[in-house]
Nanobody, 123 residues
Framework: QVQLVESGGGLVQAGGSLRLSCAVS????????MGWFRQAPGKEREFVAA????????FHAQSVKGRFTISVDNAKNTVYLQMSSLKPEDTAVYYC????????????????WGAGTVVTVSS
């Protein structure tokens, strides 16, 4: 089992920044891929960014490219999502996920989820 705990969400004005953290514990593996997803009210959960556990490979959704950066600190077993130039449309619950198969290509590829952290961007 893998446990994921997100933190760092909150209320921020448009143009501001936040850094989300995902603390990872349990039976982890260097073969895992880690990712961030978000879900706005009334919408489906959508992919935001993914990273290999080594940190050597990253991928960001087009909607956040250049504004968000995913990273991992293996010593702390923590995955981060640095968000800048935030927009009201970034308002959502942000979820951390872990994929045992090493590839994240959508919500169905995620085996473990955190409970989420709420990000609200005011205009």
């Amino acid at each position: 089992q893998v446990q994921l705990v997100e933190s760092g969400g909150g209320l921020v004005q448009a143009g501001g920044s936040l850094r989300l953290s995902c603390a990872v514990s349990g039976r982890t593996s260097s073969n895992y891929a880690m990712g961030w997803f978000r879900q706005a009210p009334g919408k489906e959960r959508e992919f935001v960014a993914a990273i290999s556990w080594s940190g050597g490979s990253t991928f960001h959704a087009q909607s956040v490219k250049g504004r968000f950066t995913i990273s991992v600190d293996n010593a702390k077993n923590t995955v981060y999502l640095q968000m800048s130039s935030l927009k009201p449309e970034d308002t959502a619950v942000y979820y951390c996920g872990a994929a045992v198969g090493g590839v994240i290509d959508g919500p169905l590829s995620v085996n473990y989820w955190g409970a989420g952290t709420v990000v609200t961007v005011s205009s």
